[in-house]
């Protein structure tokens, strides 16, 4: 069986969500294509084929027949800047200007009679050919749509100026062809806002690389840099890829990707993060990840696919677009059937705007999505953001979420005849290759104390309970006590009173000492609840690993509940549990123990983004850890929930009394071309509001 690829094709020419659906179609249809996914805001197409099968030129041909077409090498390079940022500003004050402008002339010269005197001057067959001229390439892409049984916007539109021709009216269908090609251009001005967050974000991403080799410097493009190239980066300058830092020293501003505003020391052995800027001195780095498999990378390709998980209301609309055309040609033969009036029927026709709908959540969602991202707030689609303005429960993991997830050994407790270094280097020995946060403990613990760890044997790890190891023939266990089979001594419950986690050592079955540990709550952690609270959370709870005196000890002082001595299946268990009960759970963990319960909430929040299992287990993912990014986010969800039913609403409004003016003779054909533009503009200016950061 052949082997699937994978590719991406960069499309123009898309500018709302029905675009994307036509041009997905489009490519759907071409033999060998297995799965495809068509993006908005970074204009791509994502196709799974059998290389084997389908041909580039073949999707070209379906893209092109589709009315669209795939961009070359050149346009795919381009970069925003802020130059064209501010030229795009100063476009849109012009065309809103110019729009105004045109509208008035066209009421003024049909109320004043004046067209009717250009009508009388210029020949029919003239007029009818520089309408034609006129709306060639509109006309053109409507026959190619429906060609292959599709109608979109401009479907209505022409066949309005159509019939303004049939009645000998060539000025109308001359106005309406204007302000078609006048709705085009604030389309894709809406959608290039949607976009912009997007783009600006792809922007930061550095385009050349200085590479040292044989002693020597050269200035490449990033995208041929190799893995283990020794790249320098001065100062001012941007980190172009993920690595580890061989020489030098300096402070790196981070704010790029985790929207940290302080930078960071980064010295000899430290890992830096390519997009990040170099403030002071000069570094060396050693290139360990490069373009789309860096961190930066991964953070633009999430963001950029984050559309294809479209919220409910959003599947709403794009639903309703592909009946909306249908219905609205309806109304438009009803309007007919009843009064007669082509002009009143072409109306109709020209003043819906199904584009406008389908634009109406999208822009919102992708304005949110974008503009957190350069926040270090990663959101995986519109979906996570509208069940997160719901939600009503948050879980939350303690050690590495609540906590700072560096704990300190405290106390070392030998029951035996052995000494405090002794029992260390057991229970360091026996964690030495554990990942979890107290077995680092107990290696910083030896390690401050000159304590030598020793080489093990039969090492097993325990998912929540601790480890096992043979050293020197001994078998050591660590970790809680249902592990070590021991009872609970006096000094453990002190220490568990003091809110101290206490891992029992035990050698060769038997119970020879307690070291207790404690971690450090997060500064921030109790002003970030008390907003979540305020934003509509009615519960907050603590699911935790450690003893009930721990849990308690912390629980009390945050004024939430908690459950103690929990596995990782006790959380899912506990998910599920609220679950079943109505309510929308969030659970805010720290994205590697904590996955499972992660993917099972409806929103899980990763605290950490260093590894891929937070970026792929939570629906949303924290770049930096920081408390107050939770009720930030929550607040944005709801903000974006409010924009979207404010979009959804006013076109509606808009359409509904659009058509009822049109169908009843209010409206002439002229106005309603002219007017079937604004709902684009106040989507975008309703929108533009998400692109601002909150603090």
Same mark, same amino acid.
Request: glycine fraction near 8%.
């Given at each position: ?51 084997? *099968? ?34 795009? @500003? ?104 949607? @976009? ?26 990033? &995208? ?30 981070? &704010? ?97 705007? &199904? ?55 405290? #106390? ?38 000159? *304590? ?127 679950? &079943? ?12 123990? #904590? ?101």
């Amino acid at each position: 069986m052949d082997q699937l690829q994978t590719v991406e094709i960069p499309i123009t020419g898309m500018d709302c969500t029905e675009c994307t659906q036509h041009v997905q179609k489009a490519i759907s249809g071409v033999s060998g294509v297995q799965k495809v996914d068509v993006f908005l805001s970074s204009e791509k197409a994502i196709v799974q084929l059998n290389p084997s *099968v389908t041909k580039m030129d073949e999707i070209r041909t379906a893209v092109k027949n589709a009315g669209y077409s795939i961009a070359s090498k050149d346009e795919e390079a381009k970069t925003p800047n802020a130059a064209l940022t501010d030229f795009s @500003r100063r476009m849109f004050t012009a065309f809103g200007l110019a729009f105004g402008a045109v509208i008035i002339v066209v009421v003024l010269g049909q109320w004043l009679g004046l067209l009717e005197g250009l009508t009388r001057l210029v020949p029919f067959p003239v007029g009818v050919t520089l309408v034609l001229l006129g709306g060639a390439p509109i006309f053109l892409n409507v026959i190619r749509a429906a060609f292959n049984r599709q109608i979109i916007a401009h479907t209505l539109m022409s066949i309005g100026a159509v019939a303004a021709l049939l009645v000998g009216e060539w000025t109308t269908a001359m106005v309406v062809i204007f302000f078609m090609h006048i709705g085009g251009y604030t389309e894709r001005l809406t959608a290039e806002g949607a @976009r912009r967050a997007v783009k600006d974000l792809t922007a930061l991403a550095p385009q050349t690389a200085r590479v040292e080799k044989d002693n020597e410097e050269k200035e490449i493009p990033v &995208s041929e840099v190799q893995l283990n190239d020794i790249v320098i980066i001065r100062p001012g300058e941007k980190i172009p890829v993920d690595g580890e830092v061989i020489a030098g020293h300096a402070a790196v501003d981070q &704010s790029s990707v985790t929207g940290e505003s302080m930078p960071v020391e980064a010295g000899i052995g430290s890992q830096v993060r390519g997009a990040t800027i170099v403030k002071q001195g000069t570094l060396k780095v050693r290139t360990q990840a490069v373009g789309a498999q860096s961190m930066f990378g991964r953070v633009i390709k999430m963001v950029e696919e984050a559309e294809a998980h479209r919220a409910d209301v959003q599947q709403f609309a794009d639903k309703f677009s592909a009946y909306y055309l249908p219905v609205v040609a309806s109304i438009a033969a009803l309007t007919f059937l009843f009064t007669r009036d082509p002009l009143a029927t072409a109306a109709v026709l020209l003043v819906a705007c &199904s584009c406008t709908i389908a634009l109406a959540t999208p822009i919102a969602m992708l304005a949110t999505i974008g503009s957190n991202a350069k926040r270090g707030v990663l959101i995986k689609g519109g979906k996570y953001l509208e069940i997160l303005a719901r939600a009503d429960i948050l879980l939350i993991d303690k050690t590495g979420t609540l906590t700072l997830g560096k704990p300190v050994v405290t #106390d070392i407790i030998v029951l035996n005849a052995m000494d405090e270094r002794m029992l260390l280097s057991y229970a360091a020995s026996a964690d030495r290759y554990s990942e979890h946060l107290f077995a680092d403990a107990l290696r910083r613990a030896a390690n401050e104390r000159d *304590v030598k760890l020793s080489e093990v044997t039969n090492f097993e790890s325990i998912t929540g309970m601790g480890v096992r190891a043979t050293i020197d023939g001994i078998r050591v266990a660590v970790g809680r006590p249902i592990l070590t089979d021991a009872s609970m001594p006096p000094q453990a419950k002190e220490l568990e009173a003091q809110g101290k986690t206490v891992l029992f050592v035990s050698l060769n079955n038997t119970l020879a000492g307690l070291i207790a540990a404690s971690d450090t709550l997060r500064s921030e952690v109790p002003e970030a609840l008390q907003d979540v609270k305020r934003l509509g959370i009615k519960k907050i709870e603590l699911l935790t690993g450690d003893n009930e005196h721990t849990a308690s000890s912390l629980a009390n002082s945050l004024n939430i509940s908690y459950r103690a001595n929990l596995l990782p299946e006790d959380k899912i268990r506990i998910v599920k549990e609220y679950q &079943s009960l109505g309510h929308i759970v969030v659970m805010a963990g720290d994205g590697i123990n #904590d996955a499972p319960a992660l993917a099972q909430a409806d929103i899980g929040i990763a605290m950490k983004a260093g590894s891929d299992i937070a970026i792929e287990a939570a629906h949303i993912t924290l770049l930096r850890e920081d408390w107050m990014l939770i009720p930030q986010v929550i607040t944005a969800a709801k903000r974006t929930m409010r924009v979207v039913k404010g979009n959804l609403g006013f076109t509606a409004a808009y359409n509904i009394i659009g058509l009822l003016l049109a169908a009843f003779g209010f409206l002439p054909p002229m106005l309603a071309a002219a007017l079937q533009s604004i709902p684009d503009l106040g989507i975008l200016g309703n929108s533009a509001r998400l692109l601002k950061n909150e603090k």
